[in-house]
């Protein structure tokens, strides 16, 4: 006798929740300088580089991290895309002076 096969599983239809709000991304509002900003996670699902304020290093395709906006008043130009632990660290750090290569260094 051969051994028995389990059932196939059922698939979730296409039109039910997936359990995970916004299309796979979690969305929260966080305090940040002094005013409310919306948080949303990202998957790393997109084909683009960004570059992050926190550390001004470049987000790469397929990395998940974080994109933050101002909750009032802001647009799609006003969206930073931030690596998730440059964001968990935004209070700590100072901002990044930018110099050209051979600027001198005060």
Known sequence: MSPRRKPPRKQAAPDEPSGVPFGGTLRRVEEYDGEDWVVQT???????????????????P?????????????????????HRACWGA???RTTNVQRGRNAPRH
């Open 42 to 60: 990202i998957p790393g699902t997109s084909g683009r580089f960004y570059r992050c304020p926190g550390c001004d290093q470049e987000i790469p």
């Open 62 to 82: 397929g990395v998940g991290h974080v994109v933050a906006w101002p909750a009032y008043g802001a647009g799609v130009d006003d969206r930073r895309h931030w």
């Open 90 to 92: 935004r209070e700590r």
